[in-house]
């Protein structure tokens, strides 16, 4: 690992860590202008549509130019979109546009690794990258909760000297966009890092046609299509984890929205503990032979039904956590490895976006209708938890024996 590999690192950290403060205050923000409950999940809705419309565009941006002038750029888009709360734009357009932004980080971040790291150093370099991820995430849901629920700590903010008259939405707002501002000056030392293919300019159907090719090509790929599955059913059922766990520690344990953030902040430290050890002790060779850790993290999401305290949430999520930092890193690291193999590595993650954001969207929407439809609380965990392991079982027997 060297200094540029680090400079990725802290860049991403502190992206991600502004992403997870404004989606805490886009949710405060739908309860504050008085929005039905099903509308916090659109939040992240719109954000993934992003990168599913434009999958076949954003890895083959991602390949046109250095990649970390690609972060660089893009995180001055996410910038834009939140500095539109400013303007009183809705909550669900500002994040919306952030969501553009990130659908063309992803695989410059994600492409970059597999470019300028031998394949020996993928599940550790990935250890790196969700560990510091899942740390953002923490942060960001606490420093998001502060600035939406907290007047104190808003109270303490505007008595620092500021160019502008400040509100406590503006201030909030300037907070997030100095962090996304940190993750620019991080990217500045690896803004010519990354490759970039002589043939990346190339005609609208040409793009349309050759994502296709690439998409079919990780399809039909043993390691690539499990790997794909899985982490699709990872992050499809996270994000609904992650809106679902605001409400049910609001609802079931009675936390205000700072504390409900903080309590989701546990959940995700323990996936930063599961993507550390399996950084350090999951071989690439040996990827597959984690998946069975899949179906005890839906068993443990279906105990929480029996939880009503926070001492007892507080150990079970983090539990739940560091088995799901476990599951996903080394399937992160097989498709990674197999996409740069077949593809261009921004073709590659792109692709690898398109298709988790599928079920993302189509998890988060069945999750809008289940609360349309005022299902419960607790069915809806309990279902969520039997998708998890009945899927992860069915994937386990169909998994290739080995990683080439």
């Known amino acids: 690992m060297n200094a540029a590999f680090f400079a990725i690192v802290g860049a991403q950290f502190f992206s991600s860590l502004a992403d997870s403060a404004l989606f805490i205050l886009c949710v405060s923000l739908v309860a504050t202008l008085s929005f039905p409950q099903w509308m916090t999940p659109m939040l992240k809705m719109g954000f993934v549509l992003s990168y599913i ?35 009183k734009a809705n909550p669900l357009l500002a994040y919306g546009i952030v969501g553009l932004g990130a659908s063309a980080y992803s695989p410059a971040k994600y492409g970059i690794l597999a470019e300028v790291l031998p394949p020996r150093r993928l599940v550790a370099a990935n250890g790196w990258i969700e560990g510091t991820t899942v740390l953002a995430m923490i942060l960001g849901t606490v420093l998001g909760g502060v600035l939406s629920a907290n007047p104190q700590a808003i109270a303490w903010l505007l008595h620092l000297t500021v160019p502008w ?28 890092a990354g490759a970039r293919p002589d043939d990346a300019r190339r005609p609208l159907p040409a793009l349309l046609a050759d994502f296709y090719r690439c998409n079919r090509t990780l399809w039909q790929d043993p390691e690539g299509r499990i790997s794909l599955r899985v982490t699709s059913l990872f992050w499809g059922s996270g994000m609904v984890l992650q809106v679902l766990l605001l409400t049910w520690a609001q609802n079931v344990l009675g936390l205000t929205l700072d504390r409900a953030a903080a309590l989701q902040g546990v959940f995700a430290l323990g996936v930063a503990v599961g993507a550390a050890v399996a950084g ?37 999520l983090l539990a739940i956590g560091i088995l799901a930092g476990l599951f996903v890193v080394p399937m992160n690291a097989i498709l990674q490895h197999r996409g740069h193999r077949l593809m261009p590595a921004g073709q590659s993650i792109a692709v690898q976006n398109f298709n988790e954001n599928l079920a993302i969207l189509a998890m988060t929407s069945t999750y809008a209708l289940a609360l349309q439809a005022q299902l419960r609380l607790d069915t809806v965990l309990v279902l969520l938890g039997l998708l998890i392991v009945l899927v992860t079982l069915v994937l386990r027997g169909m998994a290739a024996p080995r990683i080439d």
């Open 53 to 87: 419309v434009l999958a076949p565009f954003a890895g083959a941006f991602a390949d046109r130019f250095p990649k970390g002038r690609v972060m660089l750029l893009t995180n001055t888009v996410k910038m834009l979109g939140c500095s539109l709360i400013l303007a």
């Open 280 to 316: 350090k002790a999951v071989p690439l060779v040996r990827s597959l032979s984690v998946m069975p850790l899949g179906a005890v993290m839906g068993g443990g999401l279906c105990a929480m039904v029996w939880v009503h305290s926070v001492a007892v949430a507080l150990p079970l």
């Open 165 to 192: 008259r400040a509100t406590p939405i503006g201030m909030a707002v300037a907070v997030i966009v100095m962090t996304y501002f940190l993750a620019t000056l991080l990217n500045l030392p690896v803004m010519h």
